[in-house]
């Protein structure tokens, strides 16, 4: 386990405007193509909260070949997926450094009920007005459209879409000028393979946060700036108040309670 930034905690804390006494976790769920990593980002951008991806944590344990990241390394090279405790170890690890303190946002995790329900072991019972599970809509015809379309430049992953958001050279990266991609399995027929296995394995999931009275429905077929609006409306009117906040302890240091530090 990461250490934590107690300092920096301390100095959050007693700065004014600080998100502090927000601490929140707020989940994106949805199919591929969606848009979940576009609005994470938007979103972290907006509240101060860390944008958080399981395939970031699974590349920066293989980058850094942690313990973790070693026992990944077999089901990778074997093209088998990561058994989840190792997943919800990466997890627990990276929502316990200090950049998390004000709360996180998960892109696409948990996928399934093992892991929501892992995901609960490590922080503990939240508030329902500390917990938000926003549930991405879009129509699979709409999806197939989106990531057909889809490129990805090689080096920085930033994305172009080449109806709604080409870039202004073809092949080009806007930003770093690198070549984009199109990912091998953003072709029809692998699209709505993947939207069915998603239905079928992420059901349970919304059933479950739901009946938990934590799921928000949201229409995210729109221009992304309307998602991002409509995310952003249904969040300021479930944020916690200063004194509901501050009557349970910091996100952090749930995390340590429920692993027994």
């Avoid at 949805?30 to 990593?37: I, M, R």
């Avoid at 080449?162 to 080009?172: A, K, M, T």
């Amino acid at each position: 386990m990461n250490g934590l930034d107690f300092h920096h905690q301390r100095s959050a804390q007693e700065r004014p405007g600080t998100l502090w006494y927000s601490a929140r976790l707020v989940i994106l769920l949805g199919p591929p193509g969606a848009g979940k990593g576009t609005q994470a980002q938007r979103l972290a951008q907006q509240s101060g909260l860390q944008h958080l991806s399981t395939g970031d944590m699974l590349r920066d344990n293989l980058r850094h070949a942690t313990e973790l990241g070693k026992m990944a390394t077999p089901f990778i090279n074997e093209g088998r997926l990561v058994p989840d405790d190792i997943v919800l170890g990466m997890v627990q690890d990276r929502i316990a450094q200090s950049d998390c303190v004000n709360g996180f946002i998960l892109d696409g995790f948990p996928r399934t009920l093992a892991q929501a329900r892992g995901l609960e072991r490590i922080c503990r019972v939240y508030k329902s007005k500390s917990i938000t599970v926003v549930n991405l809509v879009v129509h699979p015809d709409t999806l197939v459209r989106r990531l057909t379309n889809r490129r990805i430049c090689k080096l920085s992953g930033h994305i172009y879409h080449l109806i709604d958001h080409p870039p202004i050279q073809n092949g080009i990266c806007d930003v770093d000028g690198s070549e984009l991609m199109q990912r091998p399995d953003d072709n029809e027929d692998v699209i709505r393979e993947r939207i069915r296995t998603y239905e079928c394995h992420t059901r349970p999931l919304i059933d479950y946060y739901a009946a938990r009275g934590l799921l928000c429905r949201v229409e995210a077929m729109g221009h992304p700036d309307a998602v991002s609006s409509e995310i952003k409306t249904l969040l300021d009117r479930q944020e916690p108040t200063k004194q509901e906040a501050r009557s349970s302890p910091p996100l952090a240091t749930r995390v340590n309670e429920s692993l027994g530090k």
